[in-house]
């Protein structure tokens, strides 16, 4: 059994940044790998990035380039750094863990870009 715990949401002007992050804990397996996923109001949720145990990263492409993943091994967090954000980034972004076949979920946090 694993869990997750997000935290870094806000309220963001167009162009700002924001940095989320996600803790896991519990059963961890030596070889995982942990990512985001976004879910904006009446549509379907998205995979955003993933990184695995190896520092592997990768993204979706709709993001231009304008955010990054990183992880902290000894801990097991990773975190997702926004960058240039726009309100079509406006969503619930949350964090998963993928291992033995498996897929685990956080509780999700909010990320909304207005002026």
């Known amino acids: 059994q694993v869990q997750l715990v997000e935290s870094g949401g806000g309220l963001v002007q167009p162009g700002g940044s924001l940095s989320l992050s996600c803790a896991a804990s519990?059963?961890?397996?030596?070889?995982?790998?942990m990512g985001w996923y976004r879910q904006a109001p009446g549509k379907q949720r998205e995979w955003v990035a993933t990184i695995n145990t190896g520092g592997y990263t990768n993204y979706v492409a709709a993001i231009q380039g304008r955010f990054n993943i990183s992880r902290d091994s000894v801990n097991n967090t990773v975190y997702l750094r926004l960058n240039n954000l726009t309100p079509e980034d406006t969503a619930v972004y949350y964090c998963?863990?993928?291992?033995?076949?498996?897929?685990?979920w956080g509780q999700g946090t909010q990320v909304t870009v207005s002026s």
């Open positions: 519990g059963s961890i397996a030596m070889t995982y790998s």
């Open positions: 998963n863990l993928w291992q033995e076949r498996r897929d685990f």
